[in-house]
């Protein structure tokens, strides 16, 4: 295979709690995972010389060793003793920085380019075992679909899918660091934690509302607390027909959950009409298939 197109989807956490902190440093978490039709667009091409070109559509992005892209090329180039070299070009439109998971899907796309490209015969779980080398969301992004995250995020249960509905998503003009606000969260301090097992048992009876009344993060302790904007997002989304709203990840995204694209796109108009985000998206879950529809759909 000479050259390939692929999507990078985002997602969102429809509920984030941290169980604990561990002595290595790290936090062990309990999330449900959703991946949404928001996507970045990866074109992957074999060259002769040896090297890795990688360019984007945003000028401030990283394209050396500084990216999860490059990262991941490198890493099976250096395995595989692949000689030829690799030039991408990445299409960004999950905003940066933002608890949506785009620079970790980048990186799952590069990872499955890269076994097609050079017909490396690595299936999903091997994919999925070198992707947690490179960040702990990886091996999630290469699964996608409706998924419990426990551990430091690797050990994933596939979940059955959300039910349908449309999930407006804004993000202010604000970055936030992931490493902050694990940092600044007061894990002893929390008065509560999110449901994730009624949650799990709302997917499972396809109960929209079961899951969206279980919404809960509780990394919005830090994050909203430092920028109050976020809470003004929800307060908007929730204002015009949502049936909840929650930040995603560490943030500073923000979604709401719709029953109907309409009440989802006036919410849409508003938020945006507002300024208080700069990139807003309505968009519905999405769950790939399984065997060869997956596999066609990550590739196109």
Request: charged share 25%.
């Amino acid at each position: 295979m000479k050259e390939l197109n692929l999507r990078a989807y985002a997602k969102v956490n429809l509920g984030l709690d941290v169980v604990r902190k561990r002595e290595d440093g790290y936090h062990e978490v309990s999330m449900v995972m959703q991946t949404v039709k928001l996507y970045d667009r990866l074109h992957m091409e074999r060259i002769s010389r040896d090297t890795i070109e990688l360019g984007t559509n945003l000028k401030f992005l990283p394209v050396d060793e500084n990216n999860l892209v490059y990262k991941a090329v490198k890493m099976l180039k250096e395995e595989f003793g692949i000689r030829e070299g690799v030039s991408i070009q990445l299409d960004k439109h999950i905003p940066v920085a933002a608890g949506m998971a785009g620079g970790s899907s980048d990186c799952a796309a590069a990872l499955f380019g890269m076994n097609r490209l050079f017909g490396l015969g690595l299936n999903r779980q091997q994919l999925m075992e070198r992707g947690v080398t490179l960040g702990a969301d990886v091996p999630y992004c290469i699964m996608r679909g409706t998924a419990l995250s426990e551990g430091i995020g690797e050990q994933l249960t596939p979940l059955p899918p959300m039910p349908d509905c449309y999930i407006l998503i804004a993000k202010p003009p604000i970055s936030v660091s992931t490493k902050y606000v694990y940092e600044h969260l007061n894990l002893p301090g929390l008065s509560r934690h999110p449901d994730i097992a009624g949650m799990v048992e709302g997917l499972k009876k396809q109960d929209l509302k079961m899951i969206t009344d279980r919404m809960e993060n509780v990394l919005e302790t830090v994050t909203e607390t430092e920028y109050p904007v976020i809470a003004e997002i929800k307060e908007m989304m929730l204002d015009h027909g949502a049936v909840n709203a929650l930040m995603s990840g560490s943030g500073p995204t923000v979604f709401g959950i719709y029953t109907d694209k309409e009440t989802a796109d006036r919410a849409n108009d508003a938020v945006y009409g507002s300024g208080i985000a700069r990139q807003v998206y309505t968009v519905q879950p999405y769950n790939p298939g399984a065997g060869r529809r997956e596999r066609a759909d990550v590739g196109r």
